[in-house]
C-alpha cells in the first residue's frame, strides 16, 4: 500500500521562508514532485525532481524555490524563500511508481503568506 504525506505548511509573513516534506512508503518512486491549488483555481505543477537529481520548476518559483531528495528515505523536500501572498495554496506532494507509472497524491498541506 502506498501512503504519501506531506508536513510543514502552516502561515508565513511576505519575504519569509518554509520547508515542505513528503514521505512516500510502499514503492520505489522515479519523479517526485509538489504541485499546488490556491482557491478558484487550478492545480499547478510547482517542482519535479527525478532519482537521479534532475529538477523542473515553474517560472514562478525560479530562484525562490529549490527541490531536493532523499531516495533512501522516499523523501522529497522543497525549500521556499522570499515567499510572496500569490504562493498561498494547498501545496500537493505527487509520486510516481517506478514499476507502473502509476501516481499517487498526499492530502496536501495549506502554505498561506500573508501579513
Known amino acids: 500500500q502506498v501512503q504519501v504525506v506531506e508536513s510543514g505548511g502552516g502561515l508565513v509573513q511576505p519575504g519569509g521562508s518554509l520547508r515542505l516534506s513528503c514521505a512516500a512508503s510502499?514503492?520505489?518512486?522515479?519523479?517526485m514532485g509538489w504541485y499546488r491549488q490556491a482557491p478558484g483555481k487550478q492545480r499547478e505543477l510547482v517542482a519535479t525532481?527525478?532519482?537521479?537529481?534532475?529538477?523542473d520548476y515553474a517560472d514562478s518559483v525560479k530562484g525562490r524555490f529549490t527541490i531536493s531528495r532523499d531516495n533512501a528515505k522516499n523523501t522529497v523536500y522543497l525549500q521556499m524563500n522570499s515567499l510572496k501572498p500569490e504562493d498561498t495554496a494547498v501545496y500537493y506532494c505527487?509520486?510516481?511508481?517506478?514499476?507502473?507509472?502509476?501516481?499517487?497524491w498526499g492530502q496536501g498541506t495549506q502554505v498561506t503568506v500573508s501579513s
Open positions: 510502499g514503492r520505489i518512486f522515479s519523479i
Open positions: 525532481i527525478t532519482r537521479g537529481g534532475s529538477t
Open positions: 505527487n509520486v510516481r511508481a517506478i514499476v507502473t507509472s502509476t501516481n499517487y
